[in-house]
């Protein structure tokens, strides 16, 4: 059965509405409940004493409702008590100084003392709870993003990264290419962190050291969510440990790596509440999800689903439209999530998050969106061997966040992001009704028919291993603009023609590009179709690729823009622009014809299919995921849905 949790914040409520709620959530069929997540205050008021006395009653309240508890590490929001008494602790985010503590998140995950923290308020948990019948799992701190403290632990921790790395300073400089703007290196002291201090643009550092303080940055994260796990694991050896997964646009952390050491990969789930007008914008969720299932290549969970219109970190969002509560859990289920927990209960009447919503406002009163909470469990309901299924996809799209690490610090051209063009080919995907795994970079491409490689700029020798073997082997390549740019230290590759080193596997070269940015022109497809582009232009020689897309005006009129190549007994595309949606869909479709993969055709824009599979049954997810109520054909019938309704069908 899939699970529904509920996340719930005992210690900002009376104790008397307690028993009220957990009978509403038992009523409704929620089967867990995440608790203490920001709770270390109320957990120790004073270092080294502990109040356990409400957090028992609470987990015991929980369990004599018939539900689990999701127990939380509470370290993202530690006692201001102890940032008072223990300076070093604290995040600093200049050279000059701690950050203040007026939100939260402000620690710093290297520092020594901080650890010792955490050693005593986790293992105070973990020796009293670890053990106990109701508690099913365990989250880590809270949306753990890359550490990007700059204090003097953190100082020191790089340079002992960089040593470890490069052995010696000859090698640094040599990799890092600091002979421009006289920037050696000689002596390890002289290594700092990026403060990104204001004034100062990212793109005026030496890209190859800012890749290397990314990569360094999440390496500490994965290293302090392996630290927490391990001391929940002295105290039982077997348990479920995990943590909730964000997507940060600027301290984005290496999740493959951060989820080595954990049982389960975990996300927080806020699609947009505002359907965007445009038709060509890139809005679904479902590419994060996919992305959270390959970090273990299995199924995941949703620590926090949207429950109501956020309200925090910025303005008040709209509400939630019709539907859509209901729509975006299911769609979540869709793409492999096997428990699923609103955030949350109570919209809280105090603090920062007081207008971010839950399930109900502040009157604490039934509304629709509670409602809505109920269709989706009753939906659930009726399929009650989901969770005996997952996605067989014959599609992988790799992802690494050294792509994203390296094209978030030095943009490409104006409007040119990592995310849109492996979130184009992962929409054209669903809207095709195929299955598709986001899986890392350097992973076995085994048992996968198609492999789209978008924006591989910071080479990995193992996925072009990989690579050069699948399509050698009959295996169905795509590759896209700014494949192949630069080697694994963050430095262009020269002496070789774009796209380097994977040249040979695309049978092309690119003579020239043209960073467009935000103007628009357009591709004539040897289909004979047209189609907008945008961003970017690699001018493609063929060598023994045929051209089957060609630019339109400008004075590249006429020069192959899009390539299809044999290579062994595979094949080889490789896009040399940012298209419009029916670019990818249409070059989608023709691949998937060709090597007798089924599609689906006839899908409005908008409207996404995956399929479940496994011991529990063949389950098809049909999610009109737009604002509109769309009508078309499916498998003989005429399908009718409304805006946001999913619909799943048995098979």
């Not at 985010?93 to 620690?107: A, C, K, L, S």
């Not at 966040?401 to 929409?427: M, V």
């Not at 291993?465 to 590759?493: H, M, P, Q, S, W």
């Not at 299919?609 to 009109?624: H, K, M, P, Q, W």
Request: with cysteine; net charge negative.
């Amino acid at each position: 059965m899939i699970q529904i949790g509920i996340d719930y914040y005992p210690e900002h409520w009376d104790a008397s509405l307690w028993e009220k709620d957990l009978a509403q959530m038992e009523a409704i069929g929620v089967s867990c409940v995440r608790v203490a997540e920001f709770a270390w205050a109320k957990l120790e008021p004073q270092e080294g004493s502990f109040d356990f006395a409400w957090l028992d009653e609470a987990v015991e309240a929980i369990a004599r409702h018939g539900m689990k508890v999701i127990l939380c590490t509470p370290t993202n929001c530690p006692p201001d008590w102890l940032y008072r008494q223990y300076p070093d602790c604290l995040q600093w985010n200049t050279e000059q100084g701690p950050t203040y503590t007026g939100i939260r998140g402000h620690r710093c995950q290297s520092s020594p003392v901080f650890r010792g923290h955490v050693e005593r308020i986790v293992s105070a948990l973990a020796q009293r709870y670890a053990n106990h019948p109701a508690v099913y799992a365990w989250q880590l701190d809270n949306e753990i993003e890359t550490n990007q403290c700059v204090c003097p632990s953190c100082r020191e921790k790089f340079q002992a990264w960089c040593r470890e790395k490069y052995g010696t300073l000859e090698n640094l400089n040599r990799c890092w290419g600091t002979d421009v703007w006289s920037g050696q290196y000689s002596d390890w002291s002289q290594l700092r962190p990026h403060t990104k201090l204001a004034g100062y643009q990212i793109g005026w550092y030496n890209p190859a050291y800012i890749l290397d303080w990314e990569r360094f940055g999440a390496s500490v994260t994965a290293e302090y969510a392996a630290f927490q796990a391990g001391i929940i694991r002295r105290y039982k050896p077997d348990a479920i440990i995990t943590t909730n997964a964000c997507f940060s646009p600027v301290n984005q952390t290496d999740l493959h790596l951060e989820f080595q050491s954990l049982n389960v990969a975990a996300y927080d789930n806020y699609p947009p509440v505002r359907l965007p007008e445009d038709s060509e914008e890139v809005y679904s969720a479902a590419f994060g999800l996919d992305l959270i299932r390959g970090l273990k290549r299995k199924n995941f969970w949703i620590l926090e689903q949207l429950g109501g219109p956020g309200g925090c970190w910025g303005p008040m969002a709209p509400n939630l439209e019709p539907g859509m509560l209901e729509g975006y859990a299911l769609q979540a289920v869709a793409h492999g999530a096997d428990l699923v927990s609103f955030f949350r209960w109570r919209t809280a009447v105090s603090g920062a998050e007081m207008f971010c919503h839950g399930l109900l406002d502040h009157s604490g009163k039934p509304n629709r969106r509670l409602r809505e909470l109920c269709q989706a469990v009753q939906t659930l309901q009726k399929h009650p061997y989901l969770d005996k299924t997952t996605l067989v996809s014959p599609v992988a799209l790799l992802y690494g966040a050294n792509q994203a690490f390296a094209l978030r610090n030095q943009r490409q051209s104006d409007g040119f992001r990592y995310w849109t063009q492996p979130q184009l080919l992962h929409e054209a995907c669903g809207n095709l009704g195929v299955n598709v795994d986001v899986i890392e970079e350097a992973q076995s491409l085994a048992g996968y028919h198609v492999v789209l490689v978008p924006v591989h700029t910071v080479v990995n020798a193992k996925t072009v291993e990989n690579l050069y073997a699948f399509a050698r082997d009959g295996g169905t390549v795509v590759l896209t603009d700014r494949c192949g740019v630069k080697n694994e230290y963050g430095n262009c590759i020269g002496g070789e023609e774009l796209p380097t080193v994977f040249a040979a596997l695309a049978g092309c070269h690119v003579e020239e590009y043209d960073p467009i940015g935000q103007q628009k022109q357009e591709i004539l497809g040897k289909n004979g179709k047209t189609y907008a582009i945008t961003s970017w232009c690699d001018l493609l020689q063929c060598d023994s690729a045929e051209p089957i897309a060609r630019y339109l005006g400008r004075y590249y009129d006429g020069t192959p823009a899009i390539t299809k190549n044999s290579y062994g007994k595979g094949c080889v595309y490789y896009i040399g622009t940012v298209g419009e949606k029916a670019m990818y869909r249409d070059l989608l479709l023709e691949i998937f014809r060709a090597l007798g993969i089924a599609v689906q055709e006839q899908l409005p824009r908008g409207v996404e299919i995956t399929t479940r599979s496994g011991e529990g049954g063949t389950y098809r997810f049909t999610f009109n995921n737009t604002a509109a109520p769309v009508c078309f054909p499916l498998g003989g019938e005429e399908i009718r849905l409304k805006p946001l309704e999913m619909r799943i069908d048995v098979m």
